[in-house]
């Protein structure tokens, strides 16, 4: 069984950077997709980006403008997501999810087997 766990969140001021960890365990992490999504209070799901572990092939959202950045540590088995630029409506909980398998539609949550518990992000004006 897939486990994710995020981590990572916080509170910073607009302009800021922070870096989410997604820690992997149950699966051979280079047979993963993994994905990150966020919601926000009263909005709808978010897919942010997405990667093929063992490919090393990412996908974003348009709407992120370049300021997140997926990297990853495979021995570790964790995958990070950075973000840059940092915006009060970047205020979220910022969620991980996992697949097995090597693509698909990685901006469709219901694609994504496994889900973490979030990890929380609040940017202040």
């Known amino acids: 069984q897939v486990q994710v766990v995020e981590s990572g969140g916080g509170s910073v001021q607009s302009g800021a950077s922070l870096i989410l960890s997604c820690q992997a365990s149950?699966?051979?992490?280079?047979?993963?997709?993994m994905g990150w999504f966020r919601q926000a209070p009263g909005k709808e799901r978010e897919a942010l980006a997405a990667i093929s572990t063992g490919f090393d092939e990412t996908y974003y959202a348009d709407s992120l403008k370049g300021r997140f950045t997926l990297f990853q540590d495979i021995k570790k088995n964790i995958l990070f997501l950075q973000l840059n630029s940092l915006k009060p409506e970047d205020t979220a909980m910022y969620y991980c999810?996992?697949?097995?398998?090597?693509?698909?539609?990685?901006?469709?949550?219901?694609?994504?087997?496994?889900w973490g518990q979030g990890t929380q992000v609040n940017v202040s004006s």
């Open positions: 999810a996992a697949n097995e398998g090597v693509g698909g539609p990685w901006y469709r949550g219901d694609y994504y087997q496994y």
């Open positions: 149950g699966y051979f992490y280079k047979r993963l997709f």
